[in-house]
């Protein structure tokens, strides 16, 4: 196969596309989807602080090594999970890319917080991804918000995007349905969230951090075994194969043909100026999620 | 053979040469674009074959949480 640019052998090739690029035609192609995306989603000027949330995995660090390229102000936010024989091997690995490009980065520990997550699993027998996304969703919010960031910018990839799609839709999960989209708006005491790699899936982004020597952790979370996120890729991934194009067709008809009708609900739903009294962040609850979790924690000592 | 190594769990298997990448997917039972095929430092196009001697790395790439 060759490079449809520069007719070099291919290295990577993108079905979806009906195409395939050497490594120097397939970084610009990266680069270019990635503008496309900021630009058309008007996600951030290079004047704006971004804090990027990394879990040392391909996709937060690609977007955190693709963001310094480009010359913009991101710093990096790792939450320590506390999850044993996972979370320092992660840990390493983001403290080490940080160092190489001399970037800051801040470290929330879960530990310090009174609430790691095996701790947290075990004292509430809560779902743990669910639980755990919504520890990190809280910190990545708080700490962009104290420490004065515009931008919280996640590595959520295509895949990331649709498969969720795919979950909210078959649920008719109208709620979650209005959040999604790569760019969520700044409210209360919330920091705009943008997805900068939305337009790229994780072949893409495994082959970019590859040729670019990007050192990620690809360890497997010992909570993970089975999570239905993972079955939804799947399924999305099957569907892609007999289909190529599918993935992006679906997301980017969601966003330009379904997400205008949900913009109204989105408006009512994000209104509330209703603080957490503990800690003063955004909740409909009497006390937020991790304040709650954080009393149940306690309680149960 | 063709020695094939598994990134990250480092296992390790040997298959019977000539393959082409998009046969040695089917025979792993992995759909296309969900790992990458790496010889000699180099990613692999579907459509090139792997010799008896070929020593390659399968990088499954899904996120796994």
Redesign the interface.
Known sequence: MKCRRCGKQAEIELRSHHTAFCRDCFKLYFLRQVKRAIKEQHMFSPRERILVAVSGGKDSLTLWHILLELGYNASGLFVDLKIGGFSEHAREKVEKFAQKRDAKLIIVDLEKEGIPIPKVVKKTGKEPCAICGQVKRYFFNRIAYEQKFHILATGHNLDDETSRLLANLLRWQMSYLVDQGPVLPPAYRLVKKVKPLYRLTEYEIAAYAFINNIDYFAGKCPFSKGATFLRYKHYINQIEYEFPGTKLDFYQGFLKKMKPFLTPFQREETTSSQVCPRCGYPTLAPLCGICRLKEEIEKAG | MIQVRF??ENKEIKLEGPLTVKQLFRKLNL????A?V?RNG???????TLKNGDEVEI?I?????
Do not use: A
């Not at chain 2, 790439?61 to 949480?65: E, H, L």
């Open positions: 990134f990250p759909l296309p674009q969900t990458l790496i180099k990613i692999l196009t579907s459509d090139l990088r790439i899904t996120s796994r949480g």
